[in-house]
């Protein structure tokens, strides 16, 4: 996605190799925070309460997921679009109809990326590799 703002916003050529591995370092950590502490909690609790009279578990891992790239998205596209106007300065007409373009492309990459690659290669992996497996003691 850090590539894809840089495309967006036209940086890609403007930005030295050094620069664009410490905006990655930075929007990483930053996105991992909101992740952690604000959007992850958030979303989850959100999404529990939409599917709570569900059975179906692929419902709840869809809605999770969906909040979860909204939310990103919100807070993200503010980091893109203030991580632009840094490098370039602002030459838009009104900031938050620039901010609303950057959160619709990004949403528009994002949750389809989230929902048809990502999240199933890592719930793959995570149940494959990392998940202990369970031993029948009896």
Do not use: C
Not at 90 to 107: A, E, H, P, R, T
Not at 125 to 136: A, L
């Amino acid at each position: 996605m850090t590539v894809y703002n840089l495309y967006l916003n036209g940086m890609i050529g403007k930005v030295n190799f050094y620069e664009g591995i410490l905006e990655f370092f930075i929007a990483f950590i930053i996105a991992l925070i909101l992740d952690l502490f604000l959007v992850g909690p958030n979303a989850k609790k959100l999404a529990l309460k939409f599917t709570a009279n569900t059975k179906n578990k692929i419902y709840t891992i869809l809605t999770i997921s969906t909040f979860m790239v909204i939310g990103m998205a919100l807070f993200m596209s503010a980091f893109g679009l203030a991580t632009m106007i840094l490098h370039s300065g602002y030459n838009g007409n009104f900031i938050l109809v620039d901010y609303l373009s950057v959160f619709g492309k990004n949403l528009i990459m994002a949750l389809p990326l989230q929902i048809l690659i990502m999240g199933p290669l890592v719930r793959f992996i995570f149940t494959k590799y990392i998940k202990p497996k369970r031993i029948n003691l009896v």
